[in-house]
């Protein structure tokens, strides 16, 4: 199959200038009421290539179909009934770097060193950071500024949905059934499906496109709860404290210093390790909490590093006779589960994959995550959704960065699946 790469960059560029930034603090849903400009958008686009269903629902999903080429779209050529396959990809960007006036720009012919962003000299990406740059040697990338992030999480994969749509409908020879097309919000905040009707969207299962670099193919993430420790201190006038004040902020400190220092953190784990990050504190004198990230490959393993948390905290505040009168208790939210255990149930969902990707000559690099993604609520939710390459590398910084050649394979990949099934 033939792409216009510079077609695909044009695109990828124009979706990354929409600031789509995600706030973790709103209530509202979406988040941000920005998100929609590029959902509108895509809806535009998807109905002027003729996908006459593409809608925006009051939540900020986008849904679309398109259109089977086989007669009855309920049968493939063997007469066995053809399962409906979607593709997702958020639109909002994440929250950890400014997002507002991105300005990419396109390096066309990568020569290998360093480089530095314009409007801020002092932003400067290598391939000694990033090694592997030094696969686009010759080839384009592309950057942000140096202000803001660049957006290719995940305004990459949304670039590939809308690319294999453009193709599909124009070439209505291959053969397929139907495919759902699904864009979410807030994603990057966590709550991208969290008014995801399954029903509606009408798919057998799944794939985001939302993953790293050429080949990566994932199945596995991380299960994840959020933890938040209460501590409750005893407070008094500062001038009349004596005996008496017991200082909630001073116990949360103690807690901290009390955590390890070199494991059990993200800093000091890797591959299968889990780990638990505090990532948010706040409070007074009286009062305060302190926000923890808890991860593990094993959901098993989630409420022993929660019970952990809690022994040592227990123990900070039993150890130290002027904290005698403080009360600590935990609050435990499940936030996601590893898709693994939905997906080993449908072994031909990846080998399909695996199929495809072989067909457009990648290399499938089969590896779990660090994290999580759409797919891994979708498949608890009752679409099993693994997650497919798209090239972001060095996401949610300044240093964002993505080669061309990525997005293009990633397109034929999805054209490839298609036939497959």
Request: with cysteine; glycine share 8%; net charge negative.
């Amino acid at each position: 199959m033939e792409l216009n790469k510079w077609e695909l960059a044009e695109r990828f560029m124009r979706y990354v200038r929409i600031d789509t930034q995600s706030d973790p603090n709103a209530t509202c849903f979406p988040s941000t009421a920005k998100q929609k400009d590029l959902s509108n958008l895509l809806v535009k686009e998807l109905q002027a290539m003729g996908i006459v269903d593409a809608q925006l629902d009051e939540f900020g999903y986008v849904m679309a179909t398109i259109p089977s080429t086989i007669a009855d779209e309920k049968l493939n050529v063997s007469g066995i009934k053809l399962p409906v396959i979607c593709f997702c990809a958020h639109v909002d960007t994440a929250p950890d770097c400014c997002g507002t006036h991105v300005q990419p720009i396109l390096h066309s012919d990568y020569n290998g060193a360093p480089i530095i962003l314009p409007d801020d000299p002092n932003q400067i990406i290598t391939s000694e950071d990033y090694p592997y740059l030094k696969e686009f040697i010759g080839a384009e990338i592309i950057t942000a500024s140096g202000k803001t992030l660049l957006g290719a999480d995940d305004k990459a994969g949304v670039t590939i949905i809308m690319e294999m749509a453009k193709y599909l409908m124009e070439n209505k020879n291959i053969q397929h059934g139907p495919v759902k097309i699904l864009f979410t919000p807030d994603e990057e905040v966590g709550r991208g499906t969290y008014h995801l009707d399954l029903k509606k969207l009408g798919a057998d299962y799944g794939y985001t496109l939302d993953g790293g670099e050429l080949g990566s193919f994932e199945m596995e993430t991380f299960s994840a709860d959020y933890l938040v420790l209460q501590i409750e201190g005893v407070i008094a006038h500062p001038g009349a404290a004596k005996g008496v004040m017991q200082n909630a902020i001073k116990v949360a400190g103690e807690i901290l210093a009390a955590l390890p220092k070199t494991e059990w953190c993200p800093e000091y784990t890797q591959d299968r390790e889990g780990f638990i990050h505090p990532n948010h504190i706040e409070g007074g004198a009286e009062k305060a909490r302190i926000e923890f990230l808890v991860r593990d490959f094993d959901t098993q393993k989630l409420k022993a590093h929660a019970d952990k948390l809690l022994k040592i905290a227990e123990n900070v505040i039993a150890e130290n006779p002027d904290f005698s009168k403080v009360k600590v208790n935990m609050e435990v939210t499940e936030q996601y589960r590893n898709m693994r255990e939905i997906i080993d149930q449908y072994p031909d969902i990846v080998e399909n994959a695996i199929r495809a990707y072989k067909k457009a000559e990648v290399n499938p690099i089969v590896s779990p995550i660090r994290g999580g993604t759409d797919g891994s609520r979708m498949s608890f939710m009752g679409l099993p959704t693994p997650n497919i390459f798209t090239g972001m590398q060095a996401i949610h910084s300044k240093h964002e960065w993505i080669g061309v050649r990525d997005m293009v394979k990633a397109v034929e990949v999805l054209v490839n699946l298609v036939e497959i099934i």
